[in-house]
Nanobody, 126 residues
Framework: QVQLVETGGGSVQAGGSLRLACAASGYTFRLSCMGWFRQAPGKEREGVAG????????YYPDSVKDRFTVSRDNRKNTVYLQMNSLKPEDTAMYYC???????????????????WGQGTAVTVSS
């Protein structure tokens, strides 16, 4: 069965950094777009990073551009999210997701992603 497990969340002060990891199993990881999404209480789920199967293309919304970096290691079936210069508004539950539709380019729309992890919490204090 498909499984995505996020790790690396925690509490950090504003301006700090965290690195999230998502370990995937149960499908051909190297063929999928991978995405990171977040959701805070009372807010809509927001895509914060996407990466193409080879890792050659990445996608970010303006809210995190130049602060977050997504990468992947297809030998380890793992996708990462490096988060720098964190702000209190980055506080949310962060989810890893896999898009197996085969569509191109990859998307930050949650509707494209079929498989989701349990999430890891990120709290940024001011």
């Amino acid at each position: 069965q498909v499984q995505l497990v996020e790790t690396g969340g925690g509490s950090v002060q504003a301006g700090g950094s965290l690195r999230l990891a998502c370990a995937a199993s149960g499908y051909t990881f190297r063929l999928s777009c991978m995405g990171w999404f977040r959701q805070a209480p009372g807010k809509e789920r927001e895509g914060v990073a996407g990466i193409s199967p080879s890792g050659g293309s990445t996608y970010y919304p303006d809210s995190v551009k130049d602060r977050f970096t997504v990468s992947r290691d297809n030998r380890k079936n793992t996708v990462y999210l490096q988060m720098n210069s964190l702000k209190p508004e980055d506080t949310a539950m962060y989810y890893c997701a896999a898009d197996l539709t085969g569509s191109w380019p990859c998307s930050l729309s949650s509707s494209r992603y079929t498989y989701w992890g349990q999430g890891t919490a990120v709290t940024v204090s001011s």
